[in-house]
């Protein structure tokens, strides 16, 4: 399940638009749209997100680092910043592409494992049909043979 309005690994503009804040007088508002482009335009030059708002690795790493920071005109909002950033983000963890392995599987064996477990499906099924068949009788009505039928399986 997701969070209504999140959509993973992009950002967008207005994404941080609905971050409540202090204002001066004590009342709670929303950050706005202003200040929400002005992250968005940090995350950009940073290299967080490419021209289409799609995080890139070195946004996961920052994360994960803690070396996330944002300009001091908005600052203040850095750790509901974080938050909504690691919701976006998705997974954390970032591995080497570099460092992947290749498995062979052995195909006698996996062959082999293949046709038992056919076999052993087809036995099953046979045995299945040969136990639940039932002798219809020819001169008694069907209604009777259903009873004996069901009469048989239980």
Known sequence: MTAPGIKFGIVEK???????????????GMLGFDESA???????TQ???DAKGKVQDALRTA???????????V?????????LMRKVAGKLDIRNADESVVVKTRLRTHIQ?????????AARK???????????RRKSSSRQNI???AFRLR
């Not at 002005?38 to 950009?44: R, S, V, W």
């Not at 600052?75 to 938050?83: Q, T």
Request: proline share 3%; glycine share 6%.
């Open 147 to 149: 009873r004996s039928m």
């Open 113 to 121: 494992q293949m046709t038992v477990a056919a076999m052993q499906t």
């Open 38 to 44: 002005a992250i968005f335009g940090h995350l950009k």
């Open 14 to 28: 207005h994404q941080f638009a609905a971050i409540p804040v202090a204002k001066a007088d004590g009342s709670t």
């Open 63 to 73: 994360l994960k680092d803690g070396t996330f920071a944002l300009p001091k005109a």
């Open 47 to 49: 290299g967080f997100v």
């Open 126 to 136: 046979l045995v299945a049909f040969r136990s639940y068949r039932v002798a219809m």
């Open 75 to 83: 600052a203040r909002h850095l750790a509901a910043a974080l938050e």
